[in-house]
């Protein structure tokens, strides 16, 4: 692209855009977002078309495995595409109106995700513990978990439409987030609770949840309650996915998360563009992990995919339904008085 050619900023104004680094790094970042955003696209389609194609599936504790698939493909389509294109050209070419359209796109269906892996931790819980007794999870309360994931994510990310906070260009200013650089106290506000309330709550709400579930593992293990050593098979098990499911939520949320309190807190710092873009694109790339560790790790799911994509051809990697030590097909029920293992 010609360095001279006028092109609308993100005010509205014209201006030559500004280089931040040399054409083929916008090359790069158009290449490996285009990766990520093809990969997205096709997995969390699959979810959400295997789902809808296998009455089995279709049960109350999927829910919020499709709503992730279904808020993923929001962050890809609206937003990662987006990105692809701006990067494609060398410079954000959308102006004003499409900042605040990718910026709060790319924010609603990334919290939403977010605030959906911390049900499904809270979901686990429910089902693997039993930590309210016997209560049946059902419909009504996984679409509550589903719909509130939504309404915190329109909570926290309608304020920068009407004044508190807003949407501006990040990184190497080829795609556009909340403003974390304005030193404005009333935009500091903004940003401290949207810290608090879409990223701390939500971690905290997973370590809370997958570290109760791996200690009631662990006491009905000491009990010795389970035949053959079922139990302990699941416990580590349980501790593989929960230590693969937490590390990948800090890889592609906490360098972001990072990020943006720094700046935060040190309005006068400086952060190289290009490096400032990694976390962003980090927290992009989860839209292509989630449906992996939560969906193609799911036994359920992985044996209806295969036939799907295979074209009608088994599974050749398929469990047996008597061997039940996963997550998903291992219930918990324990309490003082006595406690069970019961593969479902």
Request: charged share 10%; with cysteine.
């Amino acid at each position: 692209m010609d360095g001279e050619t006028a092109v609308m900023n993100i005010s509205g104004e014209l201006h030559a855009p500004r280089v931040l680094m040399p054409r083929i790094g916008y090359t790069i970042l158009a290449v490996i977002m285009a990766a990520f955003v093809t990969g997205s696209i096709i997995l969390n389609t699959t979810v959400i078309v295997v789902t809808l194609k296998y009455k089995q599936l279709r049960q109350p504790i999927n829910y919020s495995l499709v709503n992730l698939a279904v808020a993923d493909l929001g962050v890809a389509v609206l937003g990662g595409s987006l990105t692809v294109e701006t990067n494609a050209v060398g410079y954000f070419n959308l102006g004003r109106a499409g900042c605040v359209i990718e910026g709060f796109a790319v924010a609603f269906f990334g919290i939403a995700s977010l605030c959906t892996v911390a049900v499904i931790a809270v979901e686990r819980v429910i089902v693997v513990c039993k930590p309210l007794g016997t209560l049946t999870f059902s419909s009504r309360q996984a679409l509550a978990g589903v719909t509130i994931s939504w309404m915190w994510s329109l909570v926290w990310n309608t304020p920068p439409l009407f004044g508190w906070g807003s949407y501006e260009l990040e990184g190497v200013e080829t795609s556009c987030a909340p403003n974390w650089y304005s030193t404005d106290p009333f935009n500091v506000s903004y940003i401290v609770c949207y810290f608090s309330f879409c990223f701390s709550i939500p971690f905290i709400t997973i370590v809370v949840s997958y570290g109760y579930l791996m200690w009631t593992l662990r006491q009905v293990a000491r009990l010795g309650i389970g035949q053959g050593g079922t139990t302990h098979k699941a416990e580590s098990q349980v501790a593989r996915m929960v230590l693969v499911m937490i590390i990948a939520f800090l890889i592609c949320w906490l360098p972001y998360a990072a990020f943006a309190m720094t700046v935060v807190a040190n309005p006068g710092i400086y952060i190289d563009p290009i490096l400032a873009t990694v976390p962003m694109y980090l927290s992009k790339t989860s839209t292509v992990y989630n449906p992996i560790i939560y969906i193609f790790m799911n036994r359920q799911f992985r044996d209806c995919v295969f036939p799907f994509l295979l074209c009608g051809k088994k599974n050749p990697w398929a469990t047996e339904m008597r061997e039940s030590t996963t997550t998903e097909t291992l219930s918990v029920s324990f309490s003082s008085r006595r406690g069970k293992v019961a593969p479902v």
